[in-house]
């Protein structure tokens, strides 16, 4: 472990050693020579507010010194000259998701040029796939990353689980990813309506556990109002992100909780949530900036965190509280604003130097206190993850089945349920057309599991318009989903996805015209992150240009398999009406 550093193996919260003490207090004092020397900036202060010229030592990984002495500079101390420049802490993105199609190795080699320097994500896909094994496994390969990822153990799947399928979602998995070094709480779980109702849902367990430890309780509230909104809190969520307006951020901090304020590709809200400060005048302790899971092409044209400062100081928010909202304000609702969040001795050596406080596109950006940026370029190659190694292969059952073609024969007429997209994510459930043909607008959509045994049919409509087949693993579910109108197609679609060990493939007639890999839990890409914005970018395009009206598809692939969110799903065990938690038809086992 690095000196000063955080690394596995011992929990990110611990203090420094009584000698890591000593040597950060001698180089404080001129008595030892600092490791890195940032010379001449003005320091952002996000705990006084002020920008107030000072230099920084750093001994290891922590900062030993922040003030107008040079004598902690040696013949060997790296110096960093920061004249003219303004010195801010490492952003940190408090909620996010790193596998939309890019894994966390290529998210960070994405997002560390523009300043992130610490993102927490949820575990979904990697305890989806092996429970804490896998799910730890994935944080301690992370932990080589020149970005700091943190995690939430997620509580519960967002796919309601196929009875005696292999359920990773229990209460000694949860023990074990919160034990790790690198958990620093549970999230998040949006199925809040059931949880309300029942007393045994695995969150509530989950949320003691995480206060128990210490650790942060993530939430996940949209659509709760008032009484519901109340309970919410009272069960121990600590934050949510999902307002929507400012009015419903104000609800939120007024019941005590930390508000992450969202601009995501699929929810760009910040300039609407920001009034809750230009316009209404409410302090920002409590209010942090998130990006929730942006898609690959979104990072690539506009950036991450930096992106989201760039928005707030154009609505009207100061510089200096800006740069609050996405240093000292998560670090502090994380717990670890001993660590994290500011420029100040003791803390862990994340800085952005950047040339302004309006356009925040850094000059360069040191990790752990190395410099790990220069003039926008990595200083030198990223430690790969060996992901070959971590168990993430989704995995098919093989053999002809996945061709037979009746398995994808979805009729008009059947009294199968009809699911309408009315924007990217929302669904409602309409009736089913006249026995005959397909009608125009419809396709056949089926969930199938990857062993081969649960199969669950539906129409949609909204979708796309011109389609004979497409098939993705890229589901909330890990399993398969295939729309199209040629059962042929639709199968051949089904069947390459399958000898591409996940990801998608488009056909047309008895041609696949195009297909992407994502080996990595079906989701992830296993290279850089340009291959990754490469198949979001293109899977768009051509389901476009086949009728697509909405925004983006990478989101309604995700959540129609998700348990949570208004309108039928295709979960696992049956087309769900989510509202009202009950099945409107159910999975059909294909193994008697």
Request: with cysteine.
């Amino acid at each position: 472990m690095r000196d000063g550093g955080s690394r596995a193996g011992s929990r990110l919260r611990a203090q420094p050693s009584p000698e890591e003490r000593r040597r950060l207090i001698r180089v404080a004092l001129g008595q030892e020579k600092a490791d890195l020397f940032v010379r001449g900036g003005t320091v952002v202060n996000v705990y006084s507010g002020e920008l107030l010229s000072a230099n920084v030592a750093v001994l290891g990984g922590r900062i030993a010194y922040v003030g107008p002495s040079e004598e902690a500079v040696g013949p060997e101390t790296e110096i960093v000259d920061a004249r003219d420049l303004y010195v801010a802490p490492g952003w940190i993105e408090a909620h996010s998701h790193s596998y939309l199609y890019y894994n966390p190795e290529s998210l960070a080699e994405a997002v560390l040029p523009g300043g992130t320097t610490t993102i927490v994500s949820d575990d979904l896909v990697f305890s989806m796939l092996g429970g804490s094994e896998t799910s730890r496994a994935v944080m301690d390969a992370c932990d080589r990353l020149p970005v700091r990822f943190l995690w939430y153990a997620r509580p519960e799947p967002a796919s309601p689980i196929a009875e005696d399928e292999d359920n990773h979602f229990h209460a000694k998995r949860l023990d074990e990813v919160l034990d790790h070094p690198l958990a620093v709480g549970v999230g998040e779980a949006p199925a809040w309506a059931r949880f309300l109702q029942d007393e045994d849902a695995l969150f509530g367990a989950a949320i003691v556990e995480a206060e128990s430890r210490g650790l942060v309780a993530d939430g996940h509230t949209a659509g709760a109002r008032d009484d519901k909104l109340s309970a919410l809190v009272a069960t121990g969520l600590r934050s949510c992100h999902e307002a929507i307006t400012a009015d419903e951020a104000l609800e939120r901090l007024r019941l005590g909780l930390w508000t992450p304020l969202r601009h995501s590709s699929l929810r760009p809200d910040l300039p609407e949530l920001l009034r809750v400060v230009t316009e209404k005048g409410i302090d920002t302790d409590r209010l942090l900036l998130t990006t929730d899971g942006p898609s690959p092409d979104a990072i690539s044209e506009h950036g991450y965190i930096d992106n989201l400062l760039r928005l707030a100081v154009e609505a009207g928010v100061p510089p200096v509280q800006a740069i609050r909202m996405v240093t000292l304000n998560p670090a502090t609702y994380l717990h670890l604003d001993d660590h994290l969040g500011g420029v100040a001795p003791g803390r862990l050596a994340d800085l952005v130097i950047l040339d302004d406080l309006s356009s925040f596109r850094p000059r360069s950006v040191i990790t752990n206190g190395k410099v790990t940026i220069r003039n926008g370029e990595p200083v030198e190659p990223t430690l790969g993850i060996d992901w070959n190694s971590l168990g993430l292969r989704v995995g098919f059952r093989q053999g002809e089945w996945i061709e037979d073609s009746a398995l994808y024969d979805v009729r008009a007429g059947e009294a199968l349920p009809v699911i309408s997209f009315i924007s990217d994510v929302i669904t409602s459930l309409e009736e089913s057309p006249p026995e005959g043909e397909l009608p125009e607008g419809y396709l056949r959509v089926v969930h199938l599991t990857r062993d081969g045994r649960w199969v669950v049919r539906a129409l949609v409509q909204g979708f796309a318009n011109d389609l004979d087949g497409f098939a993705t693993t890229a589901t909330s579910s890990g399993h398969l989903l295939v729309f199209g109108r040629d059962l042929q197609a639709m199968a051949l679609a089904a069947s390459r996805v399958r000898d591409l060990d996940g990801g998608m493939a488009l056909t047309r007639g008895e041609d696949v015209i195009w297909e992407a890999a994502l080996p990595l839990a079906g989701i992830m890409a296993l290279g850089p992150f340009e291959e990754a914005r490469s198949v979001a970018k293109e899977m768009k395009k051509r389901l476009q240009s086949a009728g697509y009206p909405h925004s983006d598809p990478l989101y309604s692939l995700l959540f129609l398999t998700a348990d949570f969110l208004p309108g039928p799903r295709l979960t696992w065990s049956g087309v769900l009406d989510a509202r009202k938690g009950k099945l409107v038809s159910e999975a059909e086992d294909l193994s008697g």
